[in-house]
């Protein structure tokens, strides 16, 4: 009974978000990605809604210290990436993340990126990139998702 009763909710719950997203490492140089959550994700590719706010989790951990991180989020549209604007760069607040970062930690950065109205309807990339205060990437995942 308890059993059947915790696999509705776990059934429920997936539902909504998928801790383990698919996604390709498209360059990481400092460091690591660990795993990736999307909510909210059914399937994949994630379908991101126009006019909601999705938010993104990643796992990952520096291979060095690491003073502040900036967020630089890119749709990747047949091949060419696109600026998307993120309402806070700053990975260093509201993220998760407290910085200074340290070597070897394991640190869960989350973001909110909204998919405004005003997106066209199309399949692309979604490329998020963590990079430390010279430009190099400490991560950078390319994300499969389609704009509905
Ligand atoms: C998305 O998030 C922003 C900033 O937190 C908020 O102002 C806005 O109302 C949210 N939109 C929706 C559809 O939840």
């Not at 059947?4 to 997936?14: E, G, K, M, R």
């Not at 047949?78 to 998307?84: L, N, Q, S």
């Not at 607040?93 to 989350?110: F, R, W």
């Amino acid at each position: 009974m308890a059993s059947s009763f915790l696999f509705i909710i776990l059934v429920i719950s997936s539902c909504y978000a998928l801790d383990n997203v698919r996604y390709r490492d498209c360059g990481s140089q400092v460091g690591k990605v660990k795993s990736l959550s999307i909510n909210p994700c059914t399937s994949q590719p994630c379908i991101l809604k126009r006019g909601t706010n999705v938010t993104v989790t990643i796992n990952f951990s520096p291979s060095e210290s690491i003073k502040k991180i900036q967020a630089v989020v890119f749709g990747v549209l047949e091949g060419v990436p696109i600026p998307f604007p993120l309402p806070n760069p700053n990975g260093c607040s509201n993220s998760g993340v407290k910085c200074p970062l340290e070597k070897s930690a394991m640190y869960k950065y989350h973001s909110i990126i909204p998919v405004k109205k005003i997106y066209p309807a199309v399949t692309l990339i979604v490329r998020w990139e963590l990079k430390n205060s010279a430009g190099k990437k400490v991560v950078c995942l390319d994300i499969p998702a389609s704009i509905e």
